[in-house]
């Protein structure tokens, strides 16, 4: 009976217990594997670049005969058509046609238009300043500058624009400026002034 139970209980032993871990690979072995790896690629890459070559040759090959035919090839697409002009900017647009409007030769009305650009630039500052109060005293001294610098009567054209442009952003009455209006008004102000310049040119 004892005889009979060893190979009984051999069976009932786990399979961990009996199958042998594949033994790991030597470095030859992974050394060649990689060998022959690398000579599938290249021959991969060699059927690759023939074929290539060979579409290559039968086009050019199809090229030559439709030119020994007189027949066109496929038409080439059509150039792209240039990309439309960036919008003018209608600030700008109402600008020029003020300057233009205005008397003076054309050196006479840059140099004006510079004087401007550089009053605007310096108001474009002063309306962050807490010492001014009110959209009247903004204008005031606005026109006072702008005469002292230019003269009264000169780019009288550009300077109603401007007073119309300013009157969009600033109240019309005396009040308090508030923090929007200093903020809309200085933007306004270096438009203005980059516009003016690029004006004179």
Known sequence: MRHLLVPVLGLLAPAWAVAQPPAPQTI????????????????????????????????????ELLEKLGIDGPAPKPPA?????????PLRARLKVALDAGAGTAAEKAEWARDLAALYRAAAKLTAEPGLTTAGTLRQKLKEAAAALIGEAALRE????????????LPTTDADLT????????ELFRKLAAHLDELAK
């Open 28 to 63: 030859d072995q992974l050394a060649d594997q990689i060998a022959g790896i690398r000579r599938q690629r290249a021959e991969l890459d060699k059927a690759e670049g023939a074929a290539l070559a060979g579409i290559a040759a039968e086009l050019k090959r199809q090229r």
């Open 81 to 89: 058509p240039p990309a439309p002009p960036a919008p003018a900017d």
């Open 179 to 186: 923090a929007e209006q200093r903020a809309a008004a200085g």
């Open 158 to 169: 550009v300077r109603q624009a401007v007073a119309a442009e300013l009157a969009a952003v």
